[in-house]
């Protein structure tokens, strides 16, 4: 079984490897762009990780894993967005929610490009 909990160094190694993708610092929080758009964002102390995710699945994913999954704050709801525990997760779910969050973002053509090297499948996250 994978070693639970990751932190924002390992979500830096990860999105670093993502085309087009860059680091932000806003307010005091990290976060990580494709262009203006956010796909990673943590809490200031760096437990929680907001990332893209469709909000038509959302609720589905929080009530399957409470402990794991939160909503977004109240102001963040219309947004495709959801909250993980760090502590929670392995490197392995990490990446796949890093890199289907910069999927969202990017052109397709750059994901399918990115999942083929990965000899993925580009199966781009349900909208």
């Not at 709801?77 to 973002?105: F, G, P, T």
Request: hydrophobic share 45%; net charge neutral.
């Amino acid at each position: 079984m994978a070693r639970l909990g990751v932190t924002i160094d390992d979500v830096r190694r990860e999105a670093g490897e993502l085309e087009r993708a860059y680091e932000v610092v806003v307010a005091g929080r990290v976060k990580f762009r494709v262009g203006r758009l956010v796909f990673v964002a943590f809490s200031k102390d760096e437990s929680l990780m907001g990332f893209g995710f469709p909000k038509e699945h959302r609720a589905g994913l929080v009530e399957s894993e409470p402990d794991k999954f939160l909503l977004p704050r109240p102001g963040d709801m219309r947004y495709n967005w959801v909250v993980v525990r760090l502590a929670a997760i392995d490197h392995a779910e990490m990446a796949e929610l890093v890199q289907d969050a910069w999927a969202m973002c990017v052109p397709k053509g750059v994901a399918a490009r990115h999942f083929s090297r990965l000899d993925l499948p580009p199966e781009p996250p349900p909208l």
